[in-house]
């Protein structure tokens, strides 16, 4: 099993961010290092980053952008398999198993993205889809059931949207 470091782009409300955090614990059963990325905290973000201070955190002087984020995540772990979630997103059970699964497939992959209710591309499979955690897991039990471990590619446009990556390291 690859080591696997979860980032947090840390930028929007405090319940988004425990939200997120709550639903990748929950729904996790795979080894794997929280790292908060908070991207110019405020003093609001600053207090709710105090909460958790059980867990590493990649502090920035201002705003960068998730790229930014997401490369100071890179530099300072050294986990194989890297995972950038934006704060707000929620995951359903066993979502990691399955992006995994899709990287696995072919030693050329490098790069995964999951099904989701709010994306413009072809990842928006599941528009009716809903917030709470019940409703999550009810559609991850229907994507599991419609797909499987199926993957593809987003070819031509290779649009993966940005809310979550799954990449492993060697792609840098």
């Known amino acids: ?9 840390v930028h929007a409300e405090p319940e988004q961010l425990r939200a997120t955090i709550a639903s990748v614990h929950a729904n996790t059963a795979l080894p794997f290092t929280v790292v ?3 991207d110019g905290a405020d003093q609001e973000t ?8 059980n867990l590493q955190q990649l502090l920035s002087h201002g705003p960068c952008g998730a790229a930014a984020c997401f490369n100071r995540l890179a530099k300072n772990t ?6 950038f979630l934006e704060s707000g997103v929620r995951v359903g059970p066993d979502w ?11 030693p ?17 499979v599941f528009a009716h889809a809903v917030g709470d955690a019940e409703a999550i897991a ?11 471990f199926a993957h593809r590619t987003l070819q031509p446009l290779y649009s ?12 840098f």
């Open 46 to 53: 600053a207090a709710t980053l105090a909460e958790f201070a």
């Open 108 to 124: 050329r992959y490098g790069l995964a993205g999951p099904s989701t209710n709010l994306s413009w591309n072809e990842q928006g």
């Open 138 to 148: 009810d559609t991850a039990t229907e994507a599991k059931q419609r797909f499987g």
């Open 160 to 171: 993966l949207a940005d809310f979550c990556y799954v990449v492993r390291r060697n792609v």
């Open 96 to 106: 990691l198993v399955y992006l995994l699964k899709a990287l696995e497939t072919d």
């Open 78 to 83: 050294e986990s194989e398999v890297l995972v």
């Open 36 to 38: 908060l990325l908070p």
């Open 1 to 9: 099993m690859p080591s696997i470091a979860i980032g947090i782009h």
